[in-house]
């Protein structure tokens, strides 16, 4: 890792300020997306300020006798602990630089962004990084203060040589020279001395059941874990942080009381879990090599001091005695039992500087992106569905949290639509009007089912005519079916049937992907095109019998072909009214059936 000064960090700082003046301070219409991204480079350059002050307010306040203007920190390792953020900051300039990628606008500013399918995921994986940054950084502060007073103290005692032969009075002028050195965190060098001399308390003991799983989770990504020697450092601090940044940290009880006391003091299982994750990351740390290599190094020694304490800290909520009513309650073991399996994972799945999000071609090639109902309040899932051939496609899953730095999970599931299969469960009568759940196979002879959970009825209809083929273009829940004998007018009733009831259409679900043009100019491409994604209510086509037209054009003429249209299906899904059992019978009739009926 490069060398970096004081000097750098003060520039740096300036940089990220330019860079937000340039691409967001103006900007006006901005996606969302674009401009969290904007408030995120804002509050790098205020955490790359405040780093600048902390270096300079020491470097101030050295004494004369060790010539200021000479010193010199080491710095070396502090890159190490809060990422390349040099790297970061010119890779968000190129990203500006690119106007083709945006809006242009007056006075060298970015007016009236102009969202691009293709930029997105750039300005997602950048922004993620920027976010860690900012929780590195503002977690390195008073360790770095520590570390930069420590060093001074150091200094200071080579100048007067060895105190413990010296007379009192010379002792006493150097410890007041350390009083005079007074910091932001820490009252002046001399108080810093004496905390870093204090032997840090251990952190909690974490749950057997839990460790067991953490170590099981921690070495299915590396064997090498088996031998806990090799656990390491920096890539364990990184883990620490993603899981703090969503653990109990962000637990806020309610302050009106609801009357359940327990409930409104015990947190997520979810967010326990990653408390526990923390620990068990920090105890790890300290028993590998990596660290015991790293720990002469006394920046890294403060800051592994500062995520201890913040463990300590955040587990005193559950112990406290001083307060009592304010302590937190342990979620039930059987409760966090219940959690996913990816709930436990350690790793990230990237490595620092290693970004894996969707790619340009993904975007477009992208047929449906909707939200699902999320197992946690504190994680949102996405799910995007990629064309990558007539017959098949991806399924992509992302999960992301909804504080602290941004960092997306994603599963993929390739789905062959010769061989998928599909379980409609918003459809049966017994499904709560808001529970829109289907299960579901990318191949019949996968071993695994998944389930989903939508949050919009379309969302549900717009994956099945994904699968399907087939867009619903009418819907109509809670009908009714009676069963006569063949006997008899309307006598002899027999069966009740309760159900929904659907049309659907001949459409494969496309996207098409607007072309950048000059306003008002209408391309023949866009004249002709269909978009055929459902994203508005599936009753605007009315008219399901028209002839489909396609141009053909010469260099004098144009000429149209017209070719009858697909038939639409009518289709049941039913359940017997008396039934106990949840089976759901399927019926589809071809509407030109129906139509003969209604002649």
């Known amino acids: 890792m490069a060398f970096i000064s004081a000097a750098d960090i003060f ?87 690119d106007r083709s990628k945006f809006g242009g606008g007056r006075s060298g500013f970015v007016f009236n962004i102009q969202w691009n399918l293709t930029i997105e995921p750039e300005v997602m994986r950048l922004k993620d990084r920027v976010a860690f940054h900012n929780i590195k950084i503002a977690t390195v502060l008073k360790p770095l203060e520590t570390k930069l007073m420590l060093d001074l103290k150091d200094d200071i005692y080579k100048v007067h040589g060895d105190l413990a032969s ?64 090799n656990f390491p450092f920096y890539t364990g601090v990184n883990a620490f942080h993603h899981h703090f940044e969503q653990s109990t940290a962000v637990f806020k009880p309610e302050e009106t009381s609801t009357g359940d006391f327990f409930a409104e003091r015990t947190p997520d299982p979810a967010q326990y879990l990653n408390l526990m994750k923390g620990i068990w990351i920090i105890q790890k740390i300290k028993r590998g090599n990596e660290w015991a290599e790293a720990s002469s190094d006394r920046l890294s020694d403060c800051y592994m001091k500062e995520l201890e304490a913040k463990c300590l800290h955040e587990f005193s909520r559950f112990t406290t005695k001083e307060e009592p009513r ?65 017959t098949k496609l991806e399924m992509q899953n992302f999960s992301s949290k909804t504080t602290g730095p941004p960092n997306r999970e994603i599963l993929r599931d390739h789905i062959n639509l010769e061989r998928a299969y599909f379980v409609p469960f918003y459809a049966s009568p017994n499904s709560l009007p808001k529970a829109l759940n289907i299960v579901f196979r990318g191949d019949e002879s996968a071993e695994q089912d998944t389930a989903l959970s939508f949050l919009k009825l379309q969302d549900v209809l717009d994956f099945q005519q994904a699968i399907t083929a087939y867009k619903v273009v009418f819907n109509e829940s809670n009908i009714k079916t009676l069963l006569f004998q063949a006997t008899g007018f309307m006598s002899g009733k027999k069966m009740a049937e309760v159900g929904r009831i659907q049309i659907w259409y001949p459409r494969r679900l496309e996207r098409c992907i607007p072309q950048p043009q000059s306003p008002g100019i209408e391309s023949s491409h866009q004249r002709w095109s269909v ?66 009926i209604l002649r």
């Open 11 to 97: 520039k740096l700082g300036q940089g990220a300020f330019r860079l937000w003046e340039y691409g967001f301070s103006k900007c006006k219409n901005a996606e969302k997306q674009y401009a969290d991204f904007g408030s995120d480079i804002q509050y790098l350059a205020r955490n790359l300020e405040k780093l600048s002050k902390v270096i300079q307010d020491v470097t101030k306040q050295i004494p004369e006798t060790l010539s200021p203007e000479e010193h010199s920190w080491d710095l070396k390792s502090l890159l190490k602990i809060c990422g390349d953020f040099r790297k970061t900051i010119r890779e968000c300039e190129t990203l500006l630089g």
């Open 166 to 229: 010296r007379i009192t009075d010379v002792h006493e002028t150097v410890l007041e020279a350390l009083r005079k050195i007074e910091g932001h965190w820490t009252t002046n060098a001399q108080e810093a001395s004496a905390q870093a001399s204090v032997s840090p308390l251990e952190t909690p003991r974490v749950p057997d059941y839990l460790e067991t799983q953490f170590e099981l989770a921690a070495k299915a990504i590396n064997s090498e874990l088996s031998d806990e020697r």
């Open 326 to 390: 304010k302590r937190l309650a342990e979620p039930d073991q059987r409760n966090i039992s219940l959690l996913r399996g990816e709930e436990f994972r350690i790793w990230l799945d990237d490595g620092e500087g290693e970004d894996k999000f969707l790619s340009a071609t993904d975007y477009l090639n992208e047929i449906l992106r909707v939200s699902l109902l999320s197992s946690s309040r504190h994680r949102k899932q996405e799910l995007v569905l990629i064309r990558r051939s007539d």
């Open 531 to 596: 978009n055929t994604a459902s994203s508005t209510a599936f009753s605007e086509d009315k008219t399901l019998w028209t002839m489909v037209s396609s141009p053909v054009e010469t260099a004098d003429t144009t000429s149209y072909n017209f070719e009858m249209p697909s038939l639409p299906i009518l289709v049941l899904f039913l359940k017997a009214e008396q039934s106990g059992k949840d089976e759901i019978s399927f019926l589809a009739v071809q509407c030109m059936l129906i139509l003969a």
